[in-house]
């Protein structure tokens, strides 16, 4: 049972991230280095929520869908202020998309939050 209601997530959050999206809701924005780095990571908050939106966002410069691998965390920190755990860490996920020659490394925050762009090279759907 417990393997059918997995496959079950699995396939209804499949299916909101295949959704189709429009060329005109593309927006690349061209910034060096930015989520390419531990020290500039992209601070897209919220949690595991907050990195699900940021990355069903992410798409190659022309819209393309991306794959996604996650991999292993890394780069813990302190957090400033009032929040409820005193440390965070960063994720890293590897990106790949059709017509990319070498994938990339891109770096989240999921812990801090700020207003978020595409890494250089991508774009995000509105």
């Known amino acids: 049972m417990k393997a059918f209601s997995a496959t079950l997530v699995f396939l209804v959050l499949l299916s909101i991230g295949c959704s189709s999206t429009n060329q005109q809701d593309i927006v690349v924005v061209k910034s ?31 819209g393309q869908w991306v794959k996604l691998t996650r991999l292993s965390d890394c780069c ?39 207003p978020v762009h595409a890494p250089s090279g991508f774009a995000l759907a509105n």
Not at 38 to 44: I, Q
Not at 78 to 97: D, N
């Open 76 to 114: 813990h920190f302190e957090i400033p202020g009032e929040y409820p755990r005193k440390t965070g860490h960063l994720s890293r996920w590897t990106v790949r998309y059709a017509g990319i020659t070498q994938p990339v490394i891109i770096y989240l925050n999921a812990f801090q939050k700020e």
């Open 32 to 62: 060096s280095g930015y989520g390419y780095s531990a020290d500039n990571p992209v601070y897209c908050g919220g949690g595991m929520n907050g990195e699900r939106e940021y990355l069903s966002k992410l798409r190659g410069p022309q």
